[in-house]
């Protein structure tokens, strides 16, 4: 996460040194994630077979994300941008103790912002890409994220402030099951540089 964190501060400090008109953007938001239950089906050896779903019921956890976006297209009432969030999430826990995983989100999408030179400037964002569990089996998965949030201007010319939700909606770690679906929504605030 640190070299993520330097990476960010290193791409805005260039981009504001070479005279970049606000074109692009960094954000840091840290905040905490959300699971619903991860599925695990019950294998049936004879039929008929009934047994219903089990739930696994996932930890809440303090989550970090990187974001950098790319304006693509600007209107005076919106402006489109390619976006490329990153989240970390580590030590998770599912099930009780014993049960732990860390997971990772890479999920490039776009980004639509609602009156961007506003004060407040709401945004939805959808996107789609890979997620990776870790731990005792770790995984990757297709991932979808869809969220929304808003930025706020500051008085300092290039840091805004933002606020956000974003789902990240993937197959469930291999330690806790091979074919459950699980939502993992993010909640968080933080920090965005405009370059």
């Given at each position: 996460m640190r070299k993520l964190v330097t990476f960010l501060f290193l791409l805005a400090f260039l981009a504001v040194q070479k005279g970049v008109a606000q074109k692009y953007e960094a954000a840091f938001s840290v905040g905490g994630v959300v699971a619903t239950d991860a599925q695990v089906g019950v294998v049936c050896i004879a039929?008929?077979?009934?047994?219903?779903?089990?739930h696994i019921p996932v930890a809440k956890k303090v989550a970090f994300q990187g974001t950098l976006a790319a304006r693509l297209l600007d209107a005076k009432a919106a402006s489109l941008s390619l976006e490329v969030p990153l989240v970390g999430i580590p030590g998770r826990e599912a099930g009780g103790p014993g049960l732990r995983f860390s997971s990772f989100f890479f999920t490039p999408g776009v980004k639509l912002n609602f009156f961007p030179k506003a004060g407040l400037s709401p945004f939805a964002t959808v996107g789609g890409g890979l997620a990776h569990f870790g731990g005792d089996a770790s995984n990757n998965s297709?991932?979808?994220?869809?969220?929304?949030?808003?930025?706020?201007?500051?008085r300092l010319p290039h840091l805004g402030l933002r606020g956000e939700v974003r789902d990240f909606y993937t197959a469930s770690p291999n330690s806790l099951s091979d074919t459950g679906r699980m939502h993992n929504v993010f909640i968080g605030g933080g920090v965005v540089f405009k370059f």
């Open positions: 039929a008929p077979c009934n047994f219903p779903t089990l297709a991932a979808l994220q869809f969220g929304g949030g808003v930025d706020v201007k500051t």
